[in-house]
């Protein structure tokens, strides 16, 4: 049981400094505040930030380049903050715009990419000043998102949707449309960016997807044994 909570928790953040002390992060939706937890003593070592909470609720949050600090989206307070890694304070905050949810950090870590519902649109914001740089209109309404390995693309899916658009970074708008077999839960891309795999869990099922052709070319069962299948999918790279 302790073994299958690590591989849970390892899903929704991990930072490490360097292979030898790996830390797990994980985001308590209900009181606004990441636990840090040691994988190997499976023990919570750390709750941040240590003064309150981040806002009123976590319903995303992702490592800078540098591993230094957390990006958090408050879905409520409409929040985007900003925690350094070892003050444990929310030190930075904007309120970028209603009904925030996924986040992605794009490979330069120049610009922090939020879903943002209530105008279905994806806000680019500067990860410098905090300041939204530019939005993309999107067809309906965004939860979750993923920069491509290089940059060029950002992927965003819907929550009540089977469509995931395709942004063109440099064109600043849609460029075309995966069309699944049921809402996307998640991406992850291969480290070389030419597949991309989506959750799909009303399905149980990962669709594997060419960048090239953005066209889904295989779809694999994802049903665990107790019946439960995944809502978010990070890739990691294998070690021996």
Not at 44 to 61: A, E, L, S, V, W
Request: charged share 20%; with cysteine.
């Amino acid at each position: 049981m302790l073994k299958l909570i690590t591989l849970l928790v390892m899903a929704l953040g991990w930072s490490g400094q360097g292979l030898a002390a790996p830390l797990v992060y994980v985001p308590n939706e209900g009181n606004a505040t990441i636990s840090v937890i040691d994988p190997v003593a499976m023990q919570t070592i750390d709750t941040m930030p240590y003064h309150g909470k981040t806002r009123q609720r976590i319903n995303g949050f992702v490592f800078d380049r540098n591993g230094t600090a957390i990006y958090v989206v408050d879905t409520i307070g409409n929040v985007l903050g900003a925690i350094r890694l070892g003050m444990g304070v929310a030190d930075r905050r904007v309120t970028a715009t209603e009904e925030l949810e996924g986040i992605s950090v794009s490979p330069d870590a120049r610009h922090i990419a939020i879903c943002t519902g209530h105008e279905n649109a994806v806000v680019i914001i500067d990860a410098v000043t905090l300041n939204e740089a530019w939005r993309i209109p999107l067809a309906a309404m965004p939860d979750h998102c993923q920069y491509s390995p290089d940059g060029k693309w950002l992927l965003a899916g819907h929550q009540d949707s089977r469509i995931v658009e395709v942004l063109d970074i440099a064109a600043r708008k849609p460029a075309t449309q995966i069309r699944l077999a049921e809402n996307s839960r998640g991406f992850g891309f291969t480290p070389d960016g030419k597949i991309v795999f989506i959750a799909n869990q009303k399905g149980s099922q990962l669709e594997m997807v060419e960048t090239g052709r953005w066209k889904v070319v295989r779809a694999i069962s994802a049903t665990a044994r107790n019946g439960r299948t995944a809502t978010d999918l990070p890739l990691y790279p294998h070690r021996e």
